[in-house]
């Protein structure tokens, strides 16, 4: 036995995470950016270092010379060091050398840790940057600028980053509030179809697990949601986002040291599924998925009533997502489809017990800790022939 007494103090960091909406960020005149990378310390020129995601550049062909503009309006105050552009898609997170790309970037740009990194794209480019920023000097403050809806409503607004290692989603990353988020609404309005619609699947999701008047909201805005209408797509990215930022400031467990993953639901399957994809299918597809297996399989368990297992399918259908896909059926050499090995690697990318969220009603969730696969199997038969 030692005599001395273990030495032993709390640790607490306050963090604020704040997300801003806009049109029009780089706008000379939209205060937004400039007052955000100032509120720290005043009275020196705040370095810059900017990341495009190609697809945003592409589709806003004047946004460099926005930035430069900007900057150059805001000489006194911002230092621009640098804007370089990057392949978008999940590609990126599959792809070691960009990591080490973006670290000799800040190395020669000499960003320190009270300059700027600032990624401008879809969640997978801010996944990738924010988890070079995160782990460059050990921490370097970082601005999102989310421009798909997936992104402006839950990937770019939570406080993780990461890469993916070996097919393995998001393997490598970090818990790493952004110093803040700006979702400029304006970046909506290039985004192909398919992701247009990747966002509806998390505000499904998260009016499933929290807030049933959400859901209903999103099933009386069906053709609108189907035509696009920017006015009720905003409404629906900025409910999600104030969900899921609710969620992550207010559950107890921002840095989800527990294994409860709420925000997660559907989700066990979504991440398998794109990785059997080869990620053909993109995470918003693979959710609306997900969520069809947890509804019916909530249903065949008993834990769900019918009327609302069928609102939910009619819902993921009237938004025109799939809700089955032959990858299901994959078998890896053994019996089994593969699928079902997203259980396990659910459980190891949570910690010790596998914990998965299933519905007892819209809007209301609970957590079971084992599942029945020949369940799960049922469901996946039944979405077959819906
Ligand atoms: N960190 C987190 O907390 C978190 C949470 C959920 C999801 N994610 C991750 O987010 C990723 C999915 O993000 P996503 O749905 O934004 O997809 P994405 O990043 O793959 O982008 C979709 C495609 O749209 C392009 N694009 C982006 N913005 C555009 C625009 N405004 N106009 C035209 N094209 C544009 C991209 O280049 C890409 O090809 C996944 O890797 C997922 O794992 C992260
Ligand atoms: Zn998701």
Same mark, same amino acid.
């Given at each position: /036995?030692?005599?001395?007494?273990?030495?032993?103090?709390?640790?607490?960091?306050?963090?604020?995470?704040?997300?801003?909406?806009?049109?029009?960020?780089?706008?000379?005149?939209?205060?937004?950016?400039?007052?955000?990378?100032?509120?720290?310390?005043?009275?020196?020129?705040?370095?810059?270092?900017?990341?495009?995601?190609?697809?945003?550049?592409?589709?806003?062909?004047?946004?460099?010379?926005?930035?430069?503009?900007? &900057?150059?309006?805001?000489?006194?105050?911002?230092? =621009?060091?640098?804007?370089?552009?990057?392949?978008?898609?999940?590609?990126?997170?599959?792809?070691?050398?960009?990591?080490?790309?973006?670290?000799?970037?800040?190395?020669?740009?000499?960003?320190?840790?009270?300059?700027?990194?600032?990624?401008?794209?879809?969640?997978?480019?801010?996944?990738?940057?924010? &988890?070079?920023?995160?782990?460059?000097?050990?921490?370097?403050?970082?601005?999102?600028?989310?421009?798909?809806?997936? #992104?402006?409503?839950?990937?770019?607004?939570?406080?993780?980053?990461?890469?993916?290692?070996?097919?393995?989603?998001?393997?490598?990353?970090?818990?790493?509030?952004?110093?803040?988020?700006?979702?400029?609404?304006?970046?909506?309005?290039?985004?192909?179809?398919?992701? /247009?619609?990747?966002?509806?699947?998390?505000?499904?999701?998260?009016?499933?697990?929290?807030?049933?008047? &959400? &859901?209903? $909201?999103?099933?009386?805005?069906?053709?609108?949601?189907?035509?696009?209408?920017?006015?009720?797509?905003?409404?629906?990215?900025?409910?999600?986002?104030?969900?899921?930022?609710?969620?992550?400031?207010?559950?107890?467990?921002?840095?989800? /040291?527990?294994?409860?993953?709420?925000?997660?639901? #559907?989700? $066990?399957?979504?991440?398998?599924?794109?990785?059997?994809?080869?990620?053909?299918?993109?995470?918003?597809?693979?959710?609306?998925?997900?969520?069809?297996?947890?509804?019916?399989?909530?249903?065949?368990?008993?834990?769900?009533?019918?009327?609302?297992?069928?609102?939910?399918?009619?819902?993921?259908?009237?938004?025109?997502?799939?809700?089955?896909?032959?990858?299901?059926?994959?078998?890896?050499? #053994?019996?089994?489809?593969?699928?079902?090995?997203? =259980?396990?690697?659910?459980?190891?990318?949570?910690?010790?017990?596998?914990?998965?969220? =299933?519905?007892?009603?819209?809007?209301?969730?609970?957590?079971?800790?084992?599942?029945?696969?020949?369940?799960?199997?049922?469901?996946?038969?039944?979405?077959?022939?819906?």
């Amino acid at each position: /036995m030692s005599e001395f007494l273990p030495i032993e103090y709390p640790i607490q960091i306050p963090y604020q995470l704040r997300v801003y909406f806009t049109k029009g960020v780089f706008d000379t005149a939209n205060p937004i950016f400039r007052d955000l990378a100032c509120s720290r310390e005043s009275g020196n020129r705040h370095k810059t270092l900017f990341y495009i995601d190609e697809a945003v550049g592409e589709a806003n062909p004047g946004l460099v010379e926005q930035i430069e503009t900007y &900057f150059k309006h805001h000489e006194n105050d911002l230092l =621009l060091k640098g804007i370089h552009l990057l392949p978008g898609g999940e590609s990126i997170k599959n792809e070691p050398d960009i990591v080490d790309r973006i670290y000799a970037d800040i190395e020669n740009s000499r960003i320190c840790r009270h300059s700027y990194i600032a990624a401008i794209g879809g969640g997978a480019l801010l996944d990738t940057v924010g &988890f070079a920023a995160a782990t460059a000097h050990r921490g370097i403050r970082h601005f999102r600028f989310p421009t798909t809806t997936l #992104g402006q409503a839950d990937a770019g607004v939570g406080v993780k980053n990461g890469v993916n290692f070996h097919q393995k989603k998001n393997f490598v990353g970090t818990f790493s509030p952004p110093f803040a988020v700006i979702n400029d609404l304006r970046f909506l309005g290039t985004l192909p179809e398919v992701h /247009m619609r990747n966002g509806y699947i998390e505000a499904i999701k998260v009016a499933l697990i929290r807030d049933s008047g &959400f &859901f209903k $909201w999103i099933e009386l805005q069906v053709d609108a949601l189907n035509r696009f209408d920017e006015s009720v797509l905003e409404e629906l990215v900025y409910r999600c986002a104030k969900h899921h930022v609710a969620y992550i400031a207010t559950s107890g467990d921002p840095f989800e /040291m527990g294994s409860v993953r709420p925000l997660d639901f #559907g989700h $066990w399957a979504a991440h398998k599924l794109e990785q059997l994809s080869d990620f053909k299918l993109s995470h918003g597809e693979a959710v609306a998925i997900g969520i069809a297996i947890d509804t019916l399989y909530s249903e065949e368990m008993g834990y769900l009533d019918s009327t609302s297992a069928q609102r939910i399918l009619n819902l993921l259908q009237q938004l025109k997502f799939e809700i089955y896909s032959d990858f299901l059926e994959k078998k890896n050499g #053994g019996r089994i489809p593969s699928i079902l090995e997203g =259980l396990e690697e659910f459980r190891e990318h949570l910690g010790g017990l596998l914990t998965i969220t =299933l519905l007892k009603r819209i809007g209301s969730r609970f957590e079971v800790h084992e599942v029945n696969t020949d369940v799960v199997l049922k469901a996946i038969k039944r979405l077959k022939t819906l």
